[in-house]
T-cell receptor
Framework: ETGVTQSPTHLIKTRGQQVTLRCSSQSGHNTVSWYQQALGQGPQFIFQYYREEENGRGNFPPRFSGLQFPNYSSELNVNALELDDSALYLC???????????????FGSGTRLTVV | DQQVKQNSPSLSVQEGRISILNCDYTNSMFDYFLWYKKYPAEGPTFLISISSIKDKNEDGRFTVFLNKSAKHLSLHIVPSQPGDSAVYFCAADDAGNMLTFGGGTRLMVKP
């Protein structure tokens, strides 16, 4: 297993800009979730994709959007960046939509986004 | 409204002793509870989980206890080792594919 890799590791953007964060999941992991972790807080669920369709969303505005591709990679897009979007963005994947979550998700190391 | 809370932001324990990390929740619909460990510059790593139909699950040095009536769970690490020093997150799953995390507890194990 190759794990979950995220790119870039760090990113600085200006308020109002758009950003795309990328994630490469483990082979066979067809469920991917994205989380936002602000400094000193726990991760907050943004949304989840299963077989390239969104099947769950947290309390985030529509300017947060995503895509999942057949090769187990995915993207998180954020439009009209705000200062409060500065956070660590984590991608997590698992095999199947209902299987195996006793073993939890496998998380990537995250992308640290700073909005100035 | 925080559905999962970890009220102790930090905990310091001597090597070899027991570490007890606590977590409270409010949503009775949570089906599963998980503990994750996070080192700086790394993603959270799964440690142990427990189903809401059980009250205890053990894996090596790690044991998780669930008290449904009190909506409380705890993670026991025995014996604690310096390598256990990290931030520990409690998370809950309501079978809706979404994990709700607590704010984390920073554990420091002193040699």
């Amino acid at each position: 297993e190759t794990g979950v890799t995220q790119s870039p590791t760090h990113l600085i953007k200006t308020r109002g800009q758009q950003v795309t964060l990328r994630c490469s999941s483990q082979s066979g992991h067809n469920t991917v979730s994205w989380y936002q972790q602000a400094l000193g807080q726990g991760p907050q669920f943004i949304f989840q994709y299963y077989r390239e369709e969104e099947n769950g969303r947290g309390n985030f505005p529509p300017r947060f959007s995503g895509l999942q591709f057949p090769n187990y990679s995915s993207e998180l897009n954020v439009n009209a960046l705000e200062l409060d979007d500065s956070a660590l963005y984590l991608c997590a994947s698992r095999r199947g939509s209902w299987q195996g979550y006793f073993y939890g998700y496998t998380f990537g190391s995250g992308t640290r986004l700073t909005v100035v | 409204d925080q559905q999962v809370k970890q009220n102790s932001p930090s905990l310091s324990v001597q090597e070899g002793r027991i570490s007890i990390l606590n977590c409270d929740y409010t949503n009775s619909m949570f089906d599963y509870f998980l503990w994750y460990k996070k080192y700086p510059a790394e993603g959270p790593t799964f440690l142990i989980s427990i189903s809401s139909i059980k009250d205890k699950n053990e894996d090596g040095r790690f044991t998780v206890f669930l008290n449904k009536s009190a909506k409380h769970l705890s993670l026991h690490i025995v014996p604690s080792q310096p390598g256990d020093s990290a931030v520990y997150f409690c998370a809950a799953d309501d079978a809706g594919n979404m994990l709700t995390f607590g704010g984390g507890t920073r554990l420091m194990v002193k040699p």
